[in-house]
């Protein structure tokens, strides 16, 4: 049930879609996932990322968000950090359900799956909340339908932080839609680097010393099989962004689809 609307202080600025704040969950004092209302005009490709705002100052601080729920959802999701003095995230960190989000009205981004050719293996490779657009995509059946394995690596300083990740994991499989083509080709790989868990380390280190592919029973990366997507800070863009260079893999983009795409997780 969606809660009441509160009306926002400030009118909405033009160009924008004012939303409701449906539920929103806390899991650690640096991350939490919200969900709001989608307008029906709003369309968007599993993966993508859009602006979104508060209604809390005539000129309302806008930030890129990856979007978290999958295109078919009536609900768009959104996994955040928590910034203290992040422009918007310090006030977006307090929302409620029936409070407002500002909602840009056109999507983009580069994590699609228009962005890549057909291969045997999807790796979605994220840190921290780069987790946001593969919780997007793993709930899209297309991403099934073009890649017989689909690969969701997640690592993050403590074993808290991967929460999110597993209980979305968890949910796919009693999913309606999705629950029976993930059965058997959607592999969940975590590891933390700052407090002990089953598997430690950076997912840089573990591609480079092939825990990864041990872990998964499979190869090294190849042109052939796998294709890529990154998602987290900068640095580790570039680091990863590097080793899948190395194995050959060459970057793809909307007009060009090819080997890997790399999209930064935005914070503030
Ligand atoms: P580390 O603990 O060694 O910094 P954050 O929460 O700071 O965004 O980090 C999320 C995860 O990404 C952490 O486990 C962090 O490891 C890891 N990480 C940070 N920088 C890189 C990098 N350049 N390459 C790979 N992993 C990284």
């Not at 705002?53 to 968000?65: D, H, I, Q, S």
């Not at 029973?217 to 099989?225: A, D, L, M, Q, S």
Request: proline share 7%; glycine share 6%.
């Amino acid at each position: 049930e969606i809660p009441e609307e509160k009306t926002p202080e400030f009118p909405i600025p033009a160009g924008c879609h004012a939303e409701r704040v449906v539920s929103v969950k806390h899991y650690t004092d640096r991350l939490f996932s919200f969900r709001i209302t989608r307008p029906q005009s709003f369309r968007f490709r599993s993966g993508e990322f859009v602006m979104i705002g508060l209604p809390n100052a005539a000129k309302p601080v806008f930030r890129a968000y990856s979007i978290a729920s999958p295109a078919w959802d009536d609900e768009i999701e959104f996994y955040s950090i928590k910034v203290p003095d992040g422009p918007l995230t310090q006030h977006l960190q307090k929302i409620q359900p029936g409070d407002t989000v500002l909602l840009r009205q056109k999507s983009t981004g580069t994590l699609v799956n228009d962005a890549l050719t057909p291969a045997k293996n999807l790796y979605m490779i994220s840190t921290g909340t780069g987790i946001a657009p593969f919780a997007s995509l793993i709930r899209e059946p297309e991403t099934y339908d073009k890649f017989e394995r689909i690969i969701l690596t997640h690592t993050c300083r403590d074993v808290a932080e991967l929460e999110y990740g597993n209980e979305l994991v968890a949910a796919l499989k009693d999913d309606p839609l999705i629950g029976e083509l993930v059965e058997g080709r959607l592999v969940h790989f975590t590891s933390t680097t700052r407090e002990t868990s089953p598997v430690m380390g950076r997912i840089t280190a573990l591609i480079e010393n092939g825990e990864l592919f041990k872990a998964l029973g499979t190869e090294p990366f190849n042109r052939e099989n796998d294709r890529v997507m990154i998602c987290g800070s900068m640095e580790m863009l570039k680091d990863v962004k590097a080793l899948v260079e190395k194995a050959g893999l060459k970057e793809g983009s909307n007009a060009e689809p090819a080997d890997f795409v790399v999209e930064r997780a935005f914070v503030g």
